[in-house]
């Protein structure tokens, strides 16, 4: 039990982390011609985005993670038609959406890093990002042995694994004072990372078999 409580302390200081850095405000910043306004102003974060035509399960789990509309958009495909939704079907969709969106970033990763045009100081913290986005990959099959096997402690560790990774990757441009060339793609891959901690640990509940 103190295991899992220091697991899930690491988790919610890796989120405090990688929510205020620079890639994850520019990916969360007002469009053009939006003017920014205080939270007083604004509805419950992005439940109201989220589409009126969603599975009423899949909108009610999704309204509780960190990115409820990403939640929505990444995890509902990879749900079959007749899926029994809940937070264990949920979880292992957005873990294939995951592992889906670490392909893409790796590809455009290696690509730029390969690149005779790329510069040095850019290369450099990619190539960590490109170990992280295999570590991504290869976390894949742990992450469905630990629900698989309905270990709770096991599919905590699997998944803040991932957090590291990213961040790891975030803070390895902080550090060198460049943006990431791929930002989109990386902020959505943290925002899928972190709303499937989200279901893996606040919902998720094998005891109880959902």
Do not use: W
């Not at 893409?104 to 690149?115: C, Q, R």
């Not at 992450?143 to 975030?170: F, G, Q, T, W, Y």
């Amino acid at each position: 039990m103190e295991m899992q409580h220091l697991t899930l302390l690491l988790i919610l200081f890796s989120f405090s982390a990688y929510t205020a850095s620079p890639l994850v405000a520019l990916a969360s910043s007002p469009s053009d011609g939006q003017s920014p306004s205080s939270s007083e102003d604004q509805p419950p974060a992005t439940v109201s985005k989220i589409p009126s035509n969603v599975n009423s399960k899949l909108k009610k789990i999704c309204q509780e993670v960190n990115h409820p509309t990403e939640c929505v958009t990444t995890a509902g495909p990879f749900l079959g038609e007749n899926a029994d939704i809940s937070p264990v079907t949920v979880l292992q969709a957005e873990i294939e959406a995951i592992d889906s969106k670490a392909k893409e970033a790796l590809a455009k990763a290696t690509k730029l890093a390969v690149d005779p045009a790329t510069s040095k100081t850019i290369t450099v913290p990619l190539k960590i990002c490109i170990d992280g986005y295999k570590a991504i990959l290869k976390n894949k099959k742990g992450i469905l042995d630990a629900i698989s096997k309905r270990d709770a402690d096991e599919l905590n560790m699997e998944l803040s694994s991932n957090v590291d990774h990213i961040s790891r990757c975030e803070d390895a441009f902080e550090e060198a004072k460049i943006n990431s060339p791929i930002p989109e793609v990386h902020s959505l891959l943290g925002k899928m990372i972190f709303n499937s901690i989200n279901i893996g640990v606040d919902m998720v509940d094998f005891e109880n078999k959902n």
